[in-house]
């Protein structure tokens, strides 16, 4: 384990009031080894140097806990969740946390179920699904305090993705890069139509490279009328737009 490196990880978590622990750390460090293994075979990341993973994943995972109160979320759905960011990292700082991960690849699931087992992490639940179907589902549909989406698509398509699992009173927050304003006043309407509120837009920078990040959270405030999520396919081809 380079300590320089995870020092300063719990170092800068530490700031933002987020206490890492000796286990917490070995369990990082065993995600660091997994993600590199798997990416060997199957195209998990494009970002495999330790120090780069550890800001550019694992920090910028945990970066939701800078804004939303963690602790008073039990269930969490990470939705498109690739190798397991945000949900596995918070799912490590905050182990109450109940998480149900969608993806539509096989593969990853099949990564993430072996991570799971690595990690020793108890209460995650990796399915292999379309979000468009699982938002669908009775034990999936608005069950969930938080929606987590990590780099998926613009807002207008995350919201008939990630919406849909959200319940009444609970929250969807969407990570994005540079400055998003344009997604979101071209996402106003499906936020509105599929039962969101915008809340506020959180805007930080990573350590070291200082790399620009976005939060955008959004209360979910009515349900999500029935005719939402549309098949599989229908969000990416047709995003909701005002008629």
Request: aromatic share 10%; charged share 20%.
């Amino acid at each position: 384990m380079n300590h320089r490196i995870t020092h300063h990880f719990s170092e800068q978590l530490q700031q933002h009031h987020i206490d890492v622990t000796d286990v917490m750390l070995e369990q990082f460090e065993t995600y660091y080894q997994e993600l590199i293994s798997w990416n060997e075979r199957m195209n998990l990341t494009g970002i495999t140097e330790r120090e780069q993973v550890y800001m550019k994943h694992f920090f910028d995972s945990a970066s939701l806990a800078f804004f939303l109160d963690m602790p008073a979320f039990r269930s969490v759905a990470d939705i498109g969740s690739g190798a397991g960011f945000p949900s596995i990292p918070l799912k490590i700082l905050f182990p109450h946390l109940q998480v149900t991960i969608i993806d539509s690849l096989n593969k990853r699931i099949q990564f993430l179920n072996h991570l799971i087992s690595a990690l020793g992490l108890k209460y995650v639940d990796a399915v292999h699904a379309r979000a468009e179907e699982a938002g669908r589902l009775a034990h999936h549909r608005e069950k969930y305090d938080l929606v987590t989406a990590r780099a998926v698509a613009r807002l207008n398509v995350l919201n008939e993705f990630c919406l849909p699992f959200a319940k009444v009173g609970g929250y969807f927050a969407a990570m994005k890069g540079t400055n998003p304003q344009e997604e979101i006043d071209a996402a106003l309407y499906s936020t509105n139509l599929l039962g969101g509120k915008m809340q506020q837009v959180h805007a930080f920078r990573l350590p070291i490279d200082q790399s620009e990040r976005h939060i955008i959270v959004i209360e979910k405030v009515k349900q999500t009328p029935k005719a939402y999520p549309r098949k599989p396919g229908m969000p990416l081809k047709q995003p909701l737009v005002k008629p």
